[in-house]
T-cell receptor, first 108, second 114 residues
Framework: KNEVEQSPQNLTAQEGEFITINCSYS?????LHWLQQHPGGGIVSLFM???GKKKHGRLIATINIQEKHSSLHITASHPRDSAVYIC??????????FGTGTRLTIIP | DSGVTQTPKHLITATGQRVTLRCSPR?????VYWYQQSLDQGLQFLIQ???????AKGNILERFSAQQFPDLHSELNLSSLELGDSALYFC?????????????FGPGTRLTVL
């Protein structure tokens, strides 16, 4: 069983919609990462969180340490946001364990 | 552009062969991580080096080995290749040894074993 669970696995939405992707993990972590992988395969680090909330442009990431849960939100979604979003956690070191990813498709 | 470079971008080879993947970290980053992304297993951590020394090991097969050189570039060697080794191989770099630290990913090497 994967120690990192993401939901949903696939998400299709209309341009402009508010998007939420969830990530749950099973044990205490040192940090949680949100990554974006475009169809070409490249991976971009979006956020690294150990507590609270971070915002970058239209992207917001939150983490609740007590509930072992994180969410990635996209406001005013755009077709260029279409990608796979991956949650990854570090358990006391930087050996990351990855979720299976959420494939997001934004339709114009 | 993350500042991490990987070569080659694509590699096609036959079963039983040996290949070497190369990674140059961001300037100043001492930690290098190798990851494998296959269709059936997703992203998996293989191995971490920090300033030339192995620091953490993940699901790395015995047929695979890695090293980090004095100039901090790293190489991942894959030998006795099997069809199942076909995957995207990423390296990432970080300024930190451990603890909270953002990792910057290279563009990946797509390995196809025929």
């Amino acid at each position: 069983k994967n120690e990192v669970e993401q939901s949903p696995q696939n998400l299709t939405a209309q341009e402009g919609e508010f998007i939420t992707i969830n990530c749950s993990y099973s044990v205490g972590i040192s940090a949680l990462h949100w990554l974006q992988q475009h169809p070409g395969g490249g991976i971009v680090s979006l956020f690294m969180l150990s507590s609270g909330k971070k915002k970058h442009g239209r992207l917001i990431a939150t983490i609740n340490i007590q509930e072992k849960h994180s969410s990635l939100h996209i406001t005013a979604s755009h077709p260029r946001d279409s990608a796979v979003y991956i949650c990854a956690v570090g358990f006391g070191n930087e050996k990351l364990t990855f979720g299976t990813g959420t494939r997001l498709t934004i339709i114009p | 552009d993350s500042g991490v470079t990987q070569t080659p971008k694509h590699l096609i080879t036959a079963t039983g062969q040996r290949v070497t993947l190369r990674c140059s970290p961001r300037s100043g980053d001492l930690s290098v991580y190798w990851y494998q992304q296959s269709l059936d297993q997703g992203l998996q951590f293989l191995i971490q080096y920090y300033n030339g020394e192995e620091r953490a090991k993940g699901n790395i097969l015995e047929r695979f080995s890695a090293q980090q050189f004095p100039d901090l570039h790293s190489e991942l060697n894959l030998s006795s290749l099997e069809l199942g080794d076909s995957a995207l191989y990423f390296c990432a770099s970080s300024a930190r040894l451990a603890g909270v630290g953002e990792q910057f990913f290279g563009p990946g090497t797509r390995l196809t074993v025929l």
